[in-house]
C-alpha cells in the first residue's frame, strides 16, 4: 500500500501529492483533469510500461524540464521511486531504498493490477493483450515472472534478428539462444498455467453474485513436457521462422480463454456489461487470493469503473471491497461514490479533503 505518492512533472502534474489511508482513494474531476494520470503514476510502480502502456518520453510534463518522477512511501516506510531524467528521456530508472534497481524487481514489493475503460475489449482485442492481463495477474504470485519474461523476449528477438540475417546463421549461437527461450519459456508457461487453475478454482468455487463467475483455461502452445518440446520445435522451426520473420512456437502465442460460466459462452460474445462483470470478477478473485496467499493484497486501479455499473452492482462492488486493501477509483461524480462513507480517502485533483 501506498502511503504517501508524489508526482513531479509527470504529464500533466507539475508536482502533486497523494498521501492516501488505507481503503479506498477516490480522485474526483472535471474530463481531462488528470485522474488517470495518477492512476497511470501509481502503475509505473510494477514492472512493465504502466496502464497506458506509454512511451516514457510522452509522459514527460509538456512544459516541464523534460523528465519527470514519481516517488512512492510504502506502509512499511520502503521508499520507491521511478522516472527519467532530461538527458536520457527514454530511459527509465528505478530506485527502492535509494539504491538502483531493475524494473522487474518492483515486483518483489507491490502488485498493481488496473481495469481501465480500454480493456472493455479486452475479450475481443487480439490475444497479445489477454497475455499481457494475465502476466499481471501471474507476477503477483510469482515476481519472478517479470525477469523470465524479459529474458525469454530478449533472446527470441536476437533469435528473429539472426534468422533474418543475410548470411547464414551461426547454428551454436542459434541454439543457445533457443536453449534460452526454451529455458525461460518453461518457466513462463509454468507460472501462467498455476495462475490460471488457481484462479479458476476460486471462480468457480464462489457464489453466482453481481459479477459473474469467468472460467479460464490457457490456450495453444505449452504444457508439462513443454522445455524440450519447445527447444526441438525451435530447431525444426528455424527455416519456417526465417520465411515468417518470426517465432511461430513458444509462449508469445498463448491465449486466456475465458468463458461465462453461467451461460456456457465465450466471453467474447457476451454483452459490454457482462464483459465487464466477468472481468471485475476475475479481478477481486485474484485480489483476493493474493492477501491470503501474500498477507499483502495488491494495489486496484479502478479507472471510470463505478460510473459504469449500475447501481445495485456499484454497491457490491464497494462492499465486496471494503476491506481488502488500496483501491484507487476516478470518477467525474462525487456522488458516485457516496456509497462509501467516511472512511474513503477522497480527493479532487488539486485540493484533498476527507
Ligand atoms: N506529457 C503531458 N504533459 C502535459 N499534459 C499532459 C501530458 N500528457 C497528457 N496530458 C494532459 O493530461 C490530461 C488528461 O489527463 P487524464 O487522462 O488523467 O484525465 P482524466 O481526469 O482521467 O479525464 P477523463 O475524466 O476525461 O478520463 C489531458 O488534458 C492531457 O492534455
New binding site residues.
Partial sequence: MLSRLVLTDF??HADTVIAPGTGFVVLT??????????LEAVSLLAPGRGLRRAALG??????GPGGFGVAASLNDATEIATGAVPTAPERRIVRIQGAAAAATALAEWLTVLWLTPAMDRLFTEPASERRRFLDRLTLAFSPAHAVHSNRYDAAMRARNRLLGDDSPPDPDWLSALEAQMAEHGAAIDTARRETVSTLAEALADQPEGPFARAGLSLDGWGGPTMADTLAADLAQGRRRDAAAGRTLAGPHRSDLAVTHLAKAQPAALCSTGEQKALLLGIVVAHADLVAARTGHPPILLL??VAAHLDPVRRAALFERLAGRGQVWM?G?EHALFDGLGGDAFRMT?GTAFR
Fill in positions: 504529464r500533466n474531476g472535471e474530463n481531462g483533469a488528470g485522474k488517470t494520470n495518477v510522452e509522459m514527460a510534463r509538456q512544459d479507472d471510470e476516478t467525474t485533483i
